[in-house]
Structures are given as C-alpha cells and as structure tokens.
Nanobody
Framework: QEQLVESGGGLVQPGGSLRLSCEAIGFNLEDYSIGWFRQAPGKEYEGVGCISRNDISTYYKESLKGRFTISRDSAKNTVYLQMNNLKPEDTGNYYC?????????????????????WGIGTLVTVSS
C-alpha cells in the first residue's frame, strides 16, 4: 500500500529541537516534490515549507525561516523537517504531502484533496 508515514513528534520544551521524518512506503519519493503542513489546535491547516522534486529549491513560510529546514535522504526514501528553537505556537499536528508538481505542496492552505499523497501526521507539543 502506497502511503506517507510521519514520525519524530513529541513533547519538547520551548527552545528545543525536533526532527520529523516523512517516509514513503510503496513508492519512490525521489519522483515527488514534498511539502510539510501543520494544524494547530482549533486552527486551519498551514504550509510550513516544501522541497522540489530535484531538490534544487526549498521554500519556507516566511515566519519560520531560519528555524525550520527541509532535507531529503533518497537512500532512505525519506524527507526531514528539522525544527529548532521551537515555540509554543509551533504546537500542532504535522503532516507531509507529496505531488509530482510543486504547486500544491508549497501552498499555505489545506491541500489534502489536491495531492495524491498525504501522511497520517505526527503530533508536536511545545510546552514547559
């Protein structure tokens, strides 16, 4: 079964770091552009950032630049989201999405109905 599986979430104190993983099961992630999204409690989905299929380009939500980094390990069929200096407002469920084109995975809104692959999510809680 083809699917995306996120992992790496958890409870972290403000100022701490987490690295989230997005692993593709049953298909080659190299063929896809990948986006990370999040949904805070009671709020709409928002885009975090994205990486192009050829890894030439990465884009980030303006407010997250400098703290979040997206990278890809093709050997592990996995894309990562490194999050540093975490803040309580970073709390939420984090999801990855995959699409052959870059448009939707770099969006700043709910694209679950627009992309072929959307992960199950991993919860990040930033709290002291």
């Amino acid at each position: 079964q083809e699917q995306l599986v996120e992992s790496g979430g958890g409870l972290v104190q403000p100022g701490g770091s987490l690295r989230l993983s997005c692993e593709a099961i049953g298909f080659n992630l190299e063929d896809y552009s990948i986006g990370w999204f999040r949904q805070a409690p009671g709020k709409e989905y928002e885009g975090v950032g994205c990486i192009s299929r050829n890894d030439i380009s990465t884009y980030y939500k303006e407010s997250l630049k400098g703290r979040f980094t997206i990278s890809r390990d093709s050997a592990k069929n996995t894309v990562y989201l490194q999050m540093n200096n975490l803040k309580p407002e970073d709390t939420g469920n984090y999801y990855c999405a995959a699409d052959r084109s870059i448009g939707f995975v770099c969006a700043d809104y709910d694209v679950r109905s627009e992309v072929p692959y959307w992960g199950i999510g991993t919860l990040v809680t930033v709290s002291s």
